[in-house]
């Protein structure tokens, strides 16, 4: 490969990434939108963040789209891929960023909040990796990257509804990537914690910092290095990587 070509290494390669409107998803579709990417950008409910976004990467030369994606609707994930096939062309990468966890203690947690937590942060993002893995295999090559959460192996303070569906990834990653494997897809997990511009801080920022080792919250952009240089590498699979400013070491 040229430095040319190792710089900008997706080239061609669309890539989906769900949750674009915040600060984690907007900076992994920065990254991947400067190696070449094009992008595929879904969001919920806030879709000026993810048209915004559409329209920066757009006028920098790259190419992006924002696609409605309620994620609670099982059959919207299918649909969603359906959607980026049809004006980009298959899905070679895909980042399940999106997320949702209303802060509940364990004994006020309903059913239903449960079963919506469960079908954004977990049945979501299997129902789209079971969608694009047969191309991915088929191709050759495909990339894999849940976003999961510190709280998968802690329990977090947001509540159970979170912590069991951010574990659940967990398990999906290590089922689905030794399958995947021998067909040149990898899938993997990256696990932050306390991450500034996400919406998801269960408190107040100058109190949750001192939980911190490192003294201080983590950035969006150092997610996304950290994703970037996951994706970019085909000898990486089947992990769950934390970045968490030393506050879980395992």
Do not use: C
């Amino acid at each position: 490969m040229t430095a040319a070509g190792a710089d900008r290494p997706f080239v061609r390669r669309v890539a989906l990434v769900t949750g674009a409107s915040g600060g984690i998803g907007r900076a992994i579709a920065l990254g991947l939108a400067g190696a070449g990417a094009p992008l595929a950008l879904s969001y919920g409910t806030n879709s000026e963040p993810a048209e915004r976004l559409a329209l920066e990467i757009s006028s920098g030369g790259g190419k992006a789209i924002a696609l409605d994606a309620d994620l609670r609707d099982p059959h919207v994930p299918a649909d969603l891929i359906e959607s980026v096939e049809a004006r980009l062309g298959p899905v070679e990468i895909l980042v399940a960023n999106a997320g949702r966890g209303q802060t509940r203690r364990w004994d006020e947690v309903s059913a239903d909040e449960f079963d919506r937590t469960l079908a954004v942060n977990l049945r979501a993002p299997f129902l789209l990796a079971q969608r694009t893995l047969p191309g991915m295999q088929e191709r050759g090559f495909g990339r894999i990257l849940f976003i999961s959460s510190l709280a998968a192996f802690t329990g977090g303070i947001i509540g159970p509804h979170y912590a069991a569906s951010k574990a659940g990834l967990h398990g999906l990653t290590h089922h689905l990537a030794s399958r995947a494997a021998p067909y040149g897809v990898t899938v993997n997990t990256l696990a932050p914690a306390l991450i500034t511009e996400t919406g998801m801080l269960p408190g107040d920022p100058a109190q949750l910092r001192q939980q911190v080792p490192v003294q201080r919250l983590g950035r969006p952009d150092e997610v996304a290095d950290l994703a970037l240089a996951v994706l970019r590498n085909a000898y990486i699979t089947n992990q769950v990587i934390s970045i968490d400013g030393g506050m879980h070491p395992r």
